[in-house]
């Protein structure tokens, strides 16, 4: 069976050539305001399309906005998991426990499962898998949660995945060398560097001819 | 759910309707993946999980379904990750056997990192005869040498293989292989420098692993051995018992044994092919 149908995603607001389905990237900046802005310019959903976002930091109320504000009418074609907040909205389902990755691998997959009843092509995102890193006791659930319930259903879907990590957070374990492993899970990578306010440099690399370094401003 | 599964071609399934069943044919048989309603009569599917995690925690699980994930209790099984599929899902018979076949194609369940060349890595790995070649006498003086020099508890020359770390050559222990999941090498293997791992205990990537406590490592540093096409196929390494860092010139040393070690290999396997055309001439 085909979970999905075709599939290149846009994204102009950060002037990068159109991703092709099925591409998973690594996003990472120790500037946790450039990292959220370039998240959910990646994530945000243009119309015909949806989103579905973890947000490990943030409550729903305020993923819609950022979504929003990244594209107009994107939080309307979302759905999320917060961690923060109440569960207020359409579309917004709160967790109880992050450090619980079997209840919260099963929400992420019921979420997958629900968004692939439409045709609409899916851009996933963890803001911040940091986090959840760093609520748990044992790293190696981290992995077999990203294989598990986040890597795979972006290859069922073909989806477009974007994993995000704040290099400045504790996660109990030395974050330079966890993310040169990570690395080999994704298919890409993008280090955002913040050069000012509102702007900074992406260091692209896996995604074809986006490759090298881009400035981006929003 | 059966016939969902035995749908997919190269799957079959057999049925167990208890998790004490579940258990029996668990220990009992091969299985490559576990499908599992969540209620059963004699208890849920995620104790048919803990069952599984026993005995080979890498074999993938699919929850699939009509209790919603908020009313599984999930109190004693916080970091245990298993797929789940809502069976009620107007396309969850199909959805059930592409993913199950998915999970079996790709091991989703596995909780350790892979390089990207792995399987370019193994077949670099697999040219050497390893169980031929009169290798483990050299290793063994160096593992000494190395130890000496650092002043470690132990020293050791390990192959990475598929699932297990192969230990050729070990000075202050008798370690002969172990499980993939469960080394510092696995990690260490995707580093471009020799990686350093002060105390495990303050590290949650290996704070809670039972084989390194029951080890008895505290400390770690590993070097690559990387052939001439780049890929990593073993490490050389040196443990503590105790807490400890290591200078730049020790690192560079212990790359350096590691740069040796490949060169041996390399040497006896090379002779090894040399007497092989000798014999066919």
């Keep these: ?218 | 759910m059966a016939e969902a599964i035995r749908s997919e071609d190269g799957l079959e399934p057999t049925t167990a309707t208890t998790v004490a069943e579940a258990g029996d044919r668990i220990e009992s048989e091969a299985v490559d993946c576990v499908v599992t309603e969540y209620d059963l009569t004699d208890g849920t599917g995620l104790d048919v999980v803990g069952h599984l995690r026993d005995a080979d925690p890498h074999t993938p699980v699919v929850l699939f379904t009509g209790v919603s994930p908020s009313e599984i209790d999930t109190a004693s099984f916080e970091e245990m990750i298993v797929e789940y599929l809502n069976r009620d899902l107007p396309d969850a018979p199909d959805r059930l056997g592409f993913i199950v076949d998915d999970v079996i194609s790709h091991s989703a369940q596995v909780g350790f990192l892979v390089p990207d060349s792995e399987g370019s890595r193994l077949e670099a790995l697999a040219e050497y005869d390893v169980d031929e070649l009169p290798i483990e006498e050299s290793f063994s003086r160096l593992t000494d040498l190395i130890a000496d020099r650092f002043d470690v508890a132990v020293s050791f020359i390990g192959l990475i293989e598929k699932d297990v770390e192969n230990v050729l050559a070990c000075t202050g222990s008798d370690w002969d292989s172990i499980t993939r999941e469960d080394t510092i090498c696995t990690h260490s293997m995707l580093q471009e420098d020799v990686m350093v791992v002060e105390d495990i205990n303050e590290d949650k990537r290996f704070a809670n692993n039972d084989a390194l406590q029951n080890l008895g490592i505290v400390s770690y540093a590993g070097a690559n051995m990387t052939n001439k096409d780049g890929e990593v196929i073993g490490q050389v390494c040196v443990i503590d018992h105790e807490r400890r860092d290591y200078s730049a010139a020790e690192r560079e040393s212990l790359q350096q044994y590691a740069a040796t070690a490949m060169e041996i290999l390399e040497l006896r396997q090379s002779l090894r092919n040399a007497r092989g055309v000798e014999v066919e001439a």
């Design chain 1, 1 to 218: 069976m085909s979970l999905a149908g075709r599939q290149t995603f846009a994204v102009d607001s950060l002037a990068i050539d159109d991703i092709p389905g099925n591409t998973s990237i690594l996003l990472t900046s120790d500037d946790s305001d450039a990292l959220e802005a370039v998240f959910y310019r990646l994530v945000a959903a243009p119309e015909d399309e949806q989103s579905v976002v973890l947000a490990t930091e943030s409550s729903g109320r305020s993923t819609k906005r950022s979504l929003k504000n990244a594209i107009r009418g994107a939080d309307d074609r979302s759905t999320m998991l917060t961690c923060e907040g109440p569960d207020r909205g359409e579309g917004v389902q709160s967790v109880a426990e992050l450090g619980d990755l079997t209840r919260l691998g099963m929400d992420f997959s019921e979420l997958f499962a629900e968004a692939q009843q439409t045709e609409a092509p899916l851009r996933a995102g963890i803001l911040l898998c940091s986090t959840i890193m760093g609520e748990v006791d044992d790293t190696r659930s981290v992995y077999r949660f990203l294989n598990s319930n986040f890597l795979s259903q972006l290859r069922r879907s073909k989806a477009l995945g974007v994993c995000a990590i704040d290099m400045s957070a504790d996660i109990g374990a030395d974050i330079d060398s966890t993310v040169v492993g990570l690395e080999t899970s994704f298919s890409a990578r993008i280090d955002v560097e913040s050069t000012g306010r509102k702007q900074a440099t992406l260091d692209v690399s896996g995604l074809g001819d986006n490759d090298g370094t881009i400035e981006v401003s929003w």
